[in-house]
């Protein structure tokens, strides 16, 4: 799969910068497909555009990692960094966790950005199960220390890594200006805020760059307002909740199902997926790129998972 994706990007005239790019093992739902592939291009509608790799150093050495390689873009008066597929070294969890956190720290920082300037972060964990506690133990810890307010959106997701020692990986998107980039945090009347079972991000992000309004939502499941897994076991019902709790979430911006550009789909057992698109037929959640994938959620009762990115014009 390298071999072939190197052979690809030296043919489209990259001019040597990579892509930020995330190797994870999440096997397609699709049961002919080897791999799935999420592809995120962005298009100028500016001569101000720009794009360099951005490189720090890294704890970690490992050549099938991207550690300590990002992805600047300057787009007129802003920047933006991606990263992805972060690695740190570590015994443990906590250590990793809080090691991959100044890492990312550090690629900000070469960029010219800090990590108060991220809106967005993605997790994947080996063994969510298990290690998920102590990853939200480490992630407050690291956020108490930079004042972090508020916390990014973000998902936290099972996945094994391309390197067995790694427990974890991380990968985030951040956007500065010279005039303040308006980032405010999205709430639901039917969810509570993730803060107050200790897992520090918000349910989702409303960011006005120059050029749009994106509605950055978190990874979102069957919870309610008290912050409770509900519809234990039943897939139909946990469906129906995720999806109205991401349609509170866009209602709240003045947005529905219609302004979804983008989503990813986490499913814990492969033999729900026809059920899912159904419901999600059904809900009128479809027309858009949807990547979907089997994964094990954030809490082992929980059968599924969301995220999604929506865009609004600039002038709302």
Request: proline content about 4%.
């Amino acid at each position: 799969m390298r071999k072939v994706r190197e052979q690809v990007l030296a043919a489209s005239g990259g001019k040597g910068i990579a892509p930020a790019r995330t190797e994870i093992g999440q096997p397609p739902l699709n049961a002919q497909a080897h791999l799935e592939v999420l592809v995120q291009a962005v298009i100028p509608g500016t001569s101000i555009f720009s794009l360099a790799t951005v490189e720090t150093t890294a704890t970690c050495n490992s050549t099938a990692s991207n550690s300590g390689r990002g992805l600047r873009v300057k787009l007129g008066d802003e920047t933006r960094v991606l990263a992805s597929s972060l690695c740190s070294a570590g015994d443990n969890v906590h250590e990793q966790t809080y090691g991959v956190f100044e890492l990312a720290e550090n690629l900000l920082q070469q960029a010219g950005l800090a990590f108060s300037d991220v809106v967005r972060t993605w997790i994947h964990l080996r063994d969510i199960d298990r290690d998920y506690n102590d990853l939200n133990r480490a992630r407050r810890a690291f956020f108490v220390s930079r004042e972090i307010r508020p916390a990014p959106a973000s998902t936290a997701i099972g996945g094994s890594l391309a390197v067995e020692r790694h427990k974890l990986c991380l990968g985030f998107y951040a956007v500065t200006g010279h005039n303040p980039v308006a980032r405010i945090p999205m709430h639901s009347p039917t969810l509570n805020e993730a803060p107050e079972y200790g897992a520090d991000f918000v349910r989702g992000m409303r960011v006005a760059e120059s050029n749009k309004t994106m509605l950055i939502v978190s990874g979102t499941a069957s919870v309610d307002l008290a912050g409770r897994s509900v519809h234990v076991g039943d897939f139909s019902a946990q469906t129906d909740r995720m999806l109205a709790n991401m349609h509170a979430l866009l209602r709240g911006q003045g947005a529905t199902f219609d302004d979804v550009v983008v989503a990813i789909t986490y499913v814990k057992r492969p033999s729900d997926q026809l059920l899912l698109l159904d419901r999600f037929r059904n809900a009128g959640f479809e027309g858009f790129p949807h990547v979907w994938v089997q994964a094990d959620i954030c809490r082992p009762e929980l059968l599924c998972e969301t995220e999604l990115i929506a865009v609004l014009p600039c002038i709302q």
